[in-house]
């Protein structure tokens, strides 16, 4: 068995043209402009790609694009003041600070500041509350993406197996409470569990995300189940430029899945499109606007 490959660019780029007509809808019908604004400070490369790119499609999607960079040294109070601003701006219905923050910041303050109605990084308390009690929330971008991906193999997670290797505030914990509204039966994995290659080999739908590169081996993997790569790594070789990739040993789990994420390529650019997603839906809240069509 070869598994299909999940190609995350097409379908995230189909998910943004249904942003980007959505919110030309929103122009055209209330004169609303969704706008994002994105916090990055210091000199981080990986982190500064990442945010031209968040800027670019921002503004491909039709929405305003509001980039604030702060020096490494700056101080948490002013952090924290140009957040304030962000919150008291009615331009900007989305506020993403990029992390990691420099030590100086406390970085769950920042988080904390934001107003949950512009949370659309879905990290605030009460984004993370109202998503574990079943209410309409703001929801973290990559778990929103991955649940996505899983339904492009899937048109229905209800009664499947789901497997999730890590706890994380950013992925791991949300992504449970998504794939139990989609009625999964959902099992946490994490590296405390004993015999983990044997509980990753009972999902339907195993997610891998615990920032170690290919640690999930094709022989964990069930014939036929479908994998969702969350993993990011950048590992040595022989040239000095290393390679980036995932969680999951790809070449051995691509002859026994019956689909996989690559990485990159799959789960990454979801996440960026998840966030244009959150922009147009705290846009609509903060406006009093049924949720948009995306």
Not at 72 to 97: F, M, R, T, Y
Not at 172 to 187: C, D, M, S, Y
Request: with cysteine; aromatic share 2%; charged share 20%.
């Amino acid at each position: 068995m070869t598994a299909r490959i999940i190609d995350g660019k097409a379908i995230a780029a189909d998910l943004r043209a249904k942003v980007a007509s959505e919110v030309q809808r929103l122009r055209a019908e209330h004169g609303l402009q969704p706008g994002l604004a994105v916090v990055l400070v210091g000199e981080n490369p990986a982190s500064a790609v990442y945010v031209r790119s968040k800027g670019k499609q921002t503004v491909e999607a039709g929405m305003k694009s509001f980039d604030h960079r702060l020096p490494e040294q700056v101080s948490e109070s002013e952090l924290l003041a140009l957040v304030d601003k962000l919150n008291a701006d009615p331009a900007v219905h989305g506020i993403l600070v990029q992390l990691p923050l420099p030590k100086q910041v406390d970085s769950q303050k920042v988080l904390n500041a934001i107003d949950p109605r512009k949370d659309v990084d879905g990290f605030h308390p009460v984004n993370a509350g109202r998503l574990a009690t079943g209410l309409p929330a703001l929801t973290p971008c990559t778990p929103l993406g991955c649940v996505m991906l899983a339904k492009t193999v899937h048109a229905s997670l209800e009664g499947l197996e789901a497997v999730i290797v890590g706890r994380s505030n950013i992925v791991g914990k949300p992504l449970i409470q998504l794939l139990l509204n989609e009625n999964a039966t959902v099992t946490v994995a994490h590296s405390k569990t004993r015999d983990l290659p044997a509980v990753c080999r009972r999902a339907d739908v195993l997610f891998a995300a615990v920032g170690r590169p290919e640690m999930v081996r094709g022989d964990w993997i069930k014939e036929g189940a479908t994998v969702i790569d969350v993993g990011i790594n950048r590992v040595p070789t022989d040239d000095g430029k290393g390679r980036i990739v995932g969680d999951v040993a790809y070449a051995e789990a691509a002859q026994v899945a019956g689909a996989i994420t690559p990485a990159p390529g799959g789960v990454g650019p979801m996440t960026i499109a998840c966030l244009l997603v959150n922009t147009v839906r705290a846009a609509c809240a903060i406006h009093g606007l049924p949720k948009p069509g995306v």
